[in-house]
């Protein structure tokens, strides 16, 4: 079955990086476009970047381009998202997507938290 595991959150200062992961499970990894989203509470689970599944495109929110880059590692089955100049409306959990064979799948989500 499908499995999205993530890891890598934490707790950061503003202005700083962290890489969180996402290692998958159970699909043709290498087949399928990945995307991370994030969510906090009260609100709807955004969508933070894409990357096709070569890797050859990605697209960003608006919110987050020119921080952050997705990228991924198809011998891993893994993708990441490089997060740098983070601040604290950044704070968040983070998931890992798949949508495959009309059905989504998500991660159990990684928290990050931006505060000084």
């Known amino acids: 079955q499908v499995q999205l595991v993530e890891s890598g959150g934490g707790l950061v200062q503003p202005g700083g990086s962290l890489r969180p992961s996402c290692a998958a499970s159970?699909?043709?990894?290498?087949?399928?476009?990945m995307s991370w989203y994030r969510q906090t509470p009260g609100k709807e689970r955004e969508l933070v970047a894409t990357?096709?599944?070569?890797?050859?495109?990605?697209t960003y929110a608006d919110s987050v381009k020119g921080r952050f880059t997705i990228s991924r590692d198809n011998a891993k089955n893994t993708v990441y998202l490089q997060m740098n100049s983070l601040k604290p409306e950044d704070t968040a959990v983070y998931y890992c997507?798949?949508?495959?064979?009309?059905?989504?799948?998500w991660g159990q989500g990684t928290q990050l938290t931006v505060s000084s």
């Open positions: 159970g699909f043709t990894f290498s087949s399928y476009t």
């Open positions: 997507y798949v949508r495959r064979h009309w059905s989504n799948y």
């Open positions: 990357i096709s599944s070569t890797g050859g495109t990605t």
